[in-house]
């Protein structure tokens, strides 16, 4: 059986030699079917086209689509506007502000990349300015919008809906508590860090009515993620419709209630908008691809051997180890790709501990958006360095701490089900 | 993510490359308008006039898939692509150049056979004279865009390597 020795070292071989993701799992793929004896470039095409022809995959640009209008066209901004108003006041309270206004953005957009730049680029000049540790605060920014793959909507967790073949709906509502629970995690260690430091000085002093009239002013603003959480949730539409919705919304409110989203907005917009979702669904296909083949070649039964061995017969066990191995992998591969090549392998082993497919999920995209702040590779931690100027060391060794809180948030997630299953249990099958 | 080729590409090789890009960027941006347009249309038509419309699911699907494969290749231009670059980073400057020609090989050769087998794949589907279900849009057009996308990005790939046998020279541009 040299068929695993061989997938790696091509898999490995090909990335490691900068071959972009997507076109290395298409070699691979090609060099599987190759060893099966089973040469065939067109049934491979047709595996990838097979892998984007889906409508629930749809939900991905539409999702993106909606994040990208709403951060040019105020939205964002009016979200962190009632953000500061509801914790600007105490000390440090910026930081507040940016972890709190992470969870609201997180609810209408999908992706954290994009989150990154909308929320650090208001919000980091501003805690510059107000003397906060420039280290600190840009590594903030980045730790709490790790959140916008675990609170939906999640484009991974769209992903992970198709590969597991589990709705996209339950995954959503699994991952509101983790992300609740990030949150709070993130604001108990800003705490600690704010704590007694003169630097951080106490501003203003709370007022309701300055709440009421942001929240009059964002009032469109705030609305979008009810449509977007209460359509899902009262099992109204589906993810896809969801997602078309928030971004008609989103265009309509900025465009003609606020006025800031331009005619020279809408091409760049659509763009980015598609190179996002090219970039993600091109790996999906090849991924879908090389899949088949990793199935053929038995791939995940040997892998199941090996976590097996390691874990005796103990879920609790095994799910250790999925965590050891996907923090490794988050060190240096992206969410999405390491989501696709890793979710296929370990679903049916997770299964065979009887392991629901939803908690396995949420499990293990809580796990790979820490992967999201570790170095050497990751894409919000080089956004929030691009932003605030810092170097990607100087960040990493301001950024631990809020590594550590993620893992303490994963482990939480990982041996208190309950978290992820409590909301899911209570929607209809 | 696979390095930025530096500026070594001779002008009438970079503006191929921003013909293709601006060109394809107004032709996605249509068709995402499209796409958002069909699906939004069958959400009115389905909660308020409790109507659905039978071609929108295989319509929206058809453009996706068209989204995506012209989408790849202003992501190949832009060097959007996702790929890792830790180990290759800490090589000396003259091995990177040469890992870089090595992984343009190899991306060449992956284009090469996408070409192949996607040619081949609407071609079949195309004599076979397979139709969508709702609409009379034959798959063989479907599929071309695998074929037509591969070839744009082997061109574009074909541009990338030439820079990057010309920084492995040493020339300056």
Same mark, same amino acid.
């Given at each position: ?30 060099? @599987? ?12 095409? /047709? ?46 309270? !910026? ?35 107000? $003397? ?29 809906? &198709? ?11 699994? $991952? ?29 002093? #709370? ?15 705030? #609305? ?31 465009? #003609? ?9 809408? @091409?760049?917009? @659509? &763009? ?25 070649? /038995?791939?995940?039964? !040997? ?5 097996? /061995? ?7 066990? #095994? ?26 392998? =370990? ?7 009887? =392991? ?6 949420? &499990?293990?995209?809580? +796990? ?9 590779? $990751? +894409? ?21 701490? +809020? ?27 | ?22 060109? *394809? ?25 409790? %109507?659905?419309? %039978? ?45 870089? *020609? ?9 284009? %090469? ?61």
């Amino acid at each position: 059986m040299s068929v695993l020795p061989l997938f790696l070292t091509a898999l490995f071989g090909f990335i490691l030699l900068t071959v972009p993701i997507a076109f290395a799992l298409f070699l691979t793929a090609l060099v @599987l079917s190759l060893s099966l004896g089973a040469w065939s470039p067109a049934l491979i095409i /047709q595996s990838i086209f097979r892998g984007i022809d889906s409508f629930p995959l749809m939900a991905i640009p539409f999702f993106l689509l909606a994040g990208e209008i709403m951060n040019t066209g105020g939205i964002s901004e009016r979200i962190i506007l009632v953000a500061k108003a509801m914790c600007g006041h105490v000390r440090g309270g !910026l930081g507040y502000v940016t972890v709190v206004a992470s969870m609201l953005i997180s609810g209408v957009s999908g992706s954290a990349v994009a989150d990154t730049s909308a929320i650090g680029s208001i919000l980091y000049p501003v805690m510059k300015k107000e $003397g906060y540790d420039p280290h600190k605060a840009a590594a903030l920014v980045a730790a709490s919008t790790t959140n916008g793959p675990i609170i939906p909507p999640s484009i991974p967790m769209v992903i992970f809906g &198709v590969i597991a073949n589990v709705s996209i709906i339950r995954l959503f509502v699994g $991952g509101i508590i983790p992300g609740l629970i990030l949150g709070v995690g993130l604001m108990i260690g800003w705490y600690f860090h704010v704590r007694g430091k003169a630097r951080y000085h106490v501003e203003g002093r #709370f007022s309701p009515a300055a709440v009421l009239k942001s929240c009059i002013s964002a009032f469109w603003a705030l #609305f979008l993620p009810v449509i977007i959480l209460g359509g899902i949730l009262l099992g109204i539409c589906t993810a896809t419709e969801a997602a078309v919705v928030s971004a008609v919304y989103a265009f309509v409110v900025s465009a #003609f209630i606020y006025r800031e989203f331009k005619v020279k907005h809408l @091409l760049p917009a @659509l &763009v980015n908008t598609v190179r996002g979702t090219a970039v993600v669904l091109f790996v999906c296909g090849a991924a879908m691809a090389a899949a088949y083949f990793i199935t053929t070649a /038995q791939i995940p039964e !040997l892998l199941a051997k090996v976590l097996l /061995q390691l874990s005796g017969g103990s879920w609790v066990m #095994f799910m250790f180890w999925v965590n050891v191995l996907l923090l490794i992998v988050g060190c240096v591969m992206d969410l999405t790709p390491a989501l696709l090549i890793l979710a296929p392998m =370990l679903l049916p082993i997770a299964a065979k501990y009887g =392991l629901d497919p939803i908690y396995f999920g949420v &499990v293990m995209i809580v +796990n790979l958006c820490v992967g999201l702040i570790t170095p050497p590779v $990751g +894409n919000i931690l080089f956004v929030a360095c691009g932003i605030s100027k810092i170097s990607v060391a100087d960040i990493s060794r301001a950024i631990w701490p +809020n590594v550590i809180i993620g893992i303490i948030v994963l482990f939480i997630v990982t041996y208190i089900p309950w978290t992820v299953m409590v909301l899911v249990e209570l929607i209809p099958k | 993510m696979a390095p930025e080729s530096d500026a070594a590409t001779p002008q009438t090789l970079s503006l191929v490359s921003r013909v293709m890009d601006t060109v *394809l960027s107004y032709v996605v941006a249509v068709l995402l308008v499209a796409m958002s347009g069909t699906v939004f249309g069958n959400v009115v038509c389905r909660y308020f006039l409790d %109507a659905s419309l %039978a071609w929108y699911e295989e319509v929206s699907r058809f453009l996706l898939i068209w989204i995506v494969f012209l989408g790849a290749v202003i992501a190949y231009i832009k060097g959007d692509h996702l790929g890792i670059d830790v180990i290759f980073m800490v090589l000396p400057p003259k091995y990177q150049r040469m890992v870089v *020609l090595v992984a343009d090989a190899l991306v060449l050769m992956c284009l %090469a056979i996408m070409f192949q087998g996607g040619w081949d794949m609407a071609i079949d589907s195309l004599e076979s004279g397979w139709v969508a279900s709702s609409v009379p849009i034959p798959y063989g057009w479907v599929y071309m865009v695998g074929p037509v996308s591969a070839a744009l990005m082997f061109i574009q790939c074909l541009i990338k390597t030439h820079a990057d046998i010309r920084a492995l020279k040493g020339v300056q541009p």
